[in-house]
């Protein structure tokens, strides 16, 4: 995730009012995988008669073998959820992650019918919401670790909002990037501000755990904040908690900022990130740079990783359509499928 108040050095799309085409080659809605308990498996498969020995195995196939996609909703600039959730289940992916900033300053702002006609859309066109993210985006007055108590309990106050809202929508992930409201003040030290942090988010994972929703930290490289940089560093302060709705995000952008591969980070990192941002070091789609996502696909299968891999982008220039078909035809092609869904159904 970029920095918060730097969104307006994001290269963005020219605005269409054009209708977005129905995209080619992508999979039928019928053979789309979503999450279902720690598995994956194909909408429409009928699992009701897989009561023989080794049908758990089969489970346990599509789920090694089967990534779920998704994407960020605002790649898609200024077109309404609905038409951005019809083209992202007919390109292929599995769900979406919603930007709030793209509805309203505040969720707060959005009451709860809009939150169930959001939740219904996404169901009707066939793809999951997989969460929310840019989750500071365009509020005010809010600052993890900031010196003053009022505005910690302030925005440890809206943390608890966002849990609801993911929830209301049907989401299970929330990812706190926003090194801008996180950087150290003046006066303010490291462990001062992990302290802060700690004290911020403490009743918002109670929350989660009560809405099964996770929130997920993510460590940012150096040009961005100075508070949490490294996957090592976001462990630790997970860790505090001893919870399962508080773990952290990888993000490939971020991790091409440290000093050790890739593959290496998820090793090490496993099993305290709940999910991947799928991106490029130059701020583009994954595909469109040099990053080379094989291994990462690799490490992410050995260690039993089965979220969502999310594409996040920065860079807006190719536009909505080809950033998104692109990018799914490149993560199919590196992470691979060496069984059909349909051999394993069988």
Same mark, same amino acid.
């Given at each position: ?72 909703? #605002? ?37 709860? !019918? ?38 910690? #309990?302030?925005? !440890? ?66 040009? #961005? ?122």
């Amino acid at each position: 995730m970029l920095g918060d108040a730097s969104v307006d050095a994001r290269v963005k799309p020219a605005r269409s009012r054009r209708r977005p085409p129905r995209p080619t080659g992508g999979r039928d809605r019928a053979q789309r995988s979503v999450l279902l308990g720690p598995c994956i498996v194909s909408h429409g498969a009928d699992t009701r008669g897989w009561t023989k020995p080794g049908d758990e195995t089969r489970l346990i196939l599509t789920r090694v073998l089967t990534m779920p996609f998704a994407i960020c909703n #605002e790649i898609f600039g200024d077109w309404p959820i609905e038409t951005a959730f019809r083209f992202a289940a007919q390109t292929g992916y599995d769900a979406i992650e919603i930007a709030p900033f793209t509805l309203a300053n505040h969720v707060t702002d959005v009451p709860a !019918a809009r939150r169930g006609e959001i939740r219904d859309a996404a169901a009707r066109a066939g793809i999951a919401i997989a969460g929310i993210h840019w989750v500071l985006l365009k509020t005010e007055g809010m600052h993890l670790t900031h010196s003053e108590r009022p505005v910690r #309990e302030r925005t !440890a106050r809206y943390f608890i909002d966002l849990v609801d809202f993911c929830a209301d929508l049907g989401g299970h992930i929330i990812v706190v990037g926003s090194p801008k409201q996180r950087s150290l003040l003046p006066g303010v030290s490291f462990e001062q501000a992990r302290e802060s942090a700690v004290e911020v988010f403490r009743d918002a994972v109670r929350r989660g755990e009560e809405r099964e929703v996770t929130i997920c930290f993510e460590p940012l490289a150096p040009a #961005e904040t100075d508070f949490i940089n490294t996957a090592a560093e976001a462990v630790s302060l997970v860790q505090r908690f001893e919870s399962p709705r508080f773990k952290i995000i990888l993000d490939v952008k971020a991790m091409c900022s440290e000093a050790r591969p890739i593959p290496d980070i998820i090793r090490e990192a496993w099993p305290h990130f709940a999910h991947f941002h799928a991106n490029d070091r130059n701020l583009k789609g994954p595909g469109f740079g040099d990053v080379d996502f094989r291994p990462i696909a690799a490490a992410l299968r050995e260690v039993g990783y089965a979220g969502y891999v999310s594409v996040e982008v920065f860079d807006f220039t190719e536009g909505p359509e080809a950033i998104a078909t692109r990018s799914l035809a490149y993560l199919r092609q590196a992470f691979g499928n060496p069984y059909s869904e349909a051999r394993l159904a069988q």
